[in-house]
């Protein structure tokens, strides 16, 4: 029944879905200073706008361990968004370029590169 309701058809291809993942996890990893730094801009920003929702400076100096540590944790979940755009931008371009059977194998590519890349450059860090 809840179907006659829409008016238009939405279809998702899951090879999309599976090679724009696939890319974000290759981007989030190849650039994983860039993450760093959305995931404390967004941080910054959601301690700045939580401030906003307390009148007392005791009850907002009380919860705020609890309440940063919470926004840490929304601002790396929501820090992957950016990333999947740009991956879904990159799989469509593979798709438009090599055909769309390559898209996958691409993306594990990608993924693959960008997961030894980073491992060689924390490990360049640590030496």
Same mark, same amino acid.
């Given at each position: 029944m809840s179907i006659d309701l829409l008016v238009f +058809? $939405? #279809? $998702?291809?899951? #090879?999309? =879905? !599976?090679?724009?993942c696939l890319w974000a996890l290759a981007l989030y990893l190849g650039f994983s200073p860039i993450?760093? @730094?959305t995931i404390?801009? %967004?941080?910054? @920003?959601?301690?700045? !706008?939580?401030?906003?929702?307390? +009148?007392s400076i005791?009850?907002?100096e009380r919860t705020r361990s609890a309440r940063e540590s919470q926004n840490a944790f929304y601002?790396? =979940?929501?820090? =992957?968004?950016?990333?999947?755009? $740009?991956? !879904?931008v990159c799989n469509f371009g593979v &798709?438009?370029?090599?055909g769309r059977s390559w898209a996958i194998s691409m993306g594990v590519l990608a993924c693959i590169g960008c997961g $030894?890349? &980073? %491992?060689?450059?924390?490990d360049g860090q640590n030496s």
């Open positions: +058809s $939405v #279809t $998702v291809d899951p #090879t999309a =879905i !599976a090679g724009a993450s760093d @730094w404390e801009q %967004l941080s910054r @920003w959601f301690n700045f !706008a939580e401030r906003s929702l307390y +009148s005791e009850e907002f601002a790396s =979940i929501l820090s =992957i968004f950016p990333f999947l755009g $740009v991956g !879904a &798709e438009l370029g090599l $030894v890349y &980073e %491992l060689g450059r924390r």
